[in-house]
């Protein structure tokens, strides 16, 4: 199945430009304004606030580079006039999907961002940039820092997140992303789990050895269902003739079956194979994008926007997506409720025509941080309406679950 066939209309990317330039003020700039009460638009971060809190996922999830059970979430608060922004850190325990870590973010970020963003004024997210200088690389320890501040933008000027983005949807269509199980009859027990909960679309983990047949035995399970593969650099191009048999299985896409760096290789296999190539971990700014898209590496992106530096440089990567047609979806990094809620307003955005690894709360948390929890709806998560992201953390389960803070 070529995603050519099943693809966006796109029409949606021309109507979208025509919508961004309406937005778009004479200097380029988003004319958010209009969202604003008062008439001056800055606003003062009074006080920061870090916390690392404890997450039990519900059952461990694991994909080629290893399992996660126990994540260590990262929250960053800024206050400011009495408004509470957050933004999320989706580092891993380990190095094992990037080289950050919730370690490495916590370092960056109170030894050298936090401390610049307190006592600074912003009127949107871009003012915060200088907090970042000097700083290379660690996209998700910036990411968290930028987020918060396109919420604190949003509550500031009274409207949602979404609509500040950009966003035209009410609900976004959303998958589930299955870890690696034991047998394929548990893995059979779970996709028929998660097709009875209303996901339309599923995805799971593979890996040399836990691939062609595991998937076979799925696709025969399961003829219609919209099912993708997600290898996490698993392959090289010397298996180039077992990934080629993946082609029969009609899979929607195969996400970063090649190394992380390796964006040659990938349009190679790319020009070998029928099966969309989906880039993840290889696509961290707008240039990666921009290489991908000029090298034909991929026919999809996964956008992220705790791996990407942040909201604006997803929304960026997004714009350049729909300019060349080029479909998109929200991926997601076990995220809680927090960084859940960022990732359903950029999804909101037009060109994220594909399902995103947006499930509910409850798919992976038994009690997630925020109320209300994330739920599915006929295959759909709703994009929240109220002020910012939305919702609201708790701070009873705040106080419970964290395990180190700093202020600043
Ligand atoms: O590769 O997309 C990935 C989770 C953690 C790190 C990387 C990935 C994932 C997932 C799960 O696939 C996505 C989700 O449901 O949050
Ligand atoms: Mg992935």
């Known amino acids: 199945m070529a995603i050519s066939g099943s693809g966006p209309s796109w029409s949606v990317a021309a109507e979208y430009r025509k919508f961004r330039c309406r937005l778009r003020t004479p200097t380029g700039r988003i004319a958010f304004r209009e969202y604003r009460a008062g ?8 006080r920061v606030e870090i916390r690392e809190i404890r997450m039990r996922l519900r059952e461990p999830f694991e994909g080629s580079t290893g399992a996660s059970h126990n994540r260590r979430v990262l929250l960053v608060a800024l206050h400011s006039d009495g408004i509470t922004a957050w933004g999320e850190c989706v580092a891993g325990e380990t190095p094992a999907y990037s080289y950050e870590t919730t370690d490495t973010a916590w370092a960056i970020l109170t030894d050298l961002i936090l401390p610049k963003v307190a006592g600074a004024v912003m ?25 918060a501040a396109w919420d604190l933008e949003a509550k500031a000027g009274g409207g949602s997140l979404a609509s500040l983005l950009g ?11 299955i870890g690696l199980q034991r047998t ?26 836990r691939d062609v047949e595991m998937l076979r035995g799925l696709r025969d399970r399961y003829p219609d269902v919209p099912l993708m593969a997600d290898a996490n650099s698993a392959y090289s191009l010397e298996d180039l003739p077992r990934l080629r048999e993946l082609d029969a299985l009609g899979l929607t896409m195969i996400e970063q079956p090649l190394a992380h760096d390796d964006y040659l290789d990938h349009a190679r296999l790319q020009s070998e194979m029928e099966t969309a190539i989906c880039l993840d971990e290889s696509i961290r ?14 026919r999809i992106i996964n956008i992220k926007p705790g791996r990407v530096g942040g909201l604006s440089s997803a929304r960026a990567i997004h714009d350049l997506c729909v300019e060349h047609e080029m479909p998109v979806w ?16 950029l999804a909101s955005l037009p060109g994220f025509t594909l399902p995103g690894d947006i499930s509910a709360s409850r798919r992976y948390w038994s009690e997630d941080i925020v109320t209300p929890e994330f739920v599915l709806d006929g295959g759909t998560v709703s994009v929240p309406s109220g002020p910012g992201i939305g919702v609201d953390v708790r701070e009873d389960l705040l106080a419970e679950w964290t395990v180190r803070r700093a202020d600043f």
């Open 123 to 147: 009127e949107t997210a871009a003012d915060l940039l200088p907090a970042f200088e000097g700083i290379r690389g660690h996209p998700m320890a910036r990411a968290a820092v930028e987020m």
């Open 184 to 209: 394929d009859e548990e893995l059979h027990r779970k996709v028929t789990e998660y097709i009875d909960e209303g996901y339309e679309r599923i995805k799971v983990k593979i890996k040399p050895g």
């Open 285 to 298: 700014s707008v240039r990666d994008a921009q290489l991908a898209l000029e090298l034909g590496a991929c």
């Open 39 to 46: 008439q001056d638009d800055t606003v003062k971060i009074d």
């Open 330 to 345: 929200c991926g997601g990094m076990l995220e809680s409720g927090v960084g859940r809620a960022h990732n359903v307003a």
């Open 167 to 177: 966003g035209v949807r009410d609900s976004v269509p959303v998958g589930v992303s």
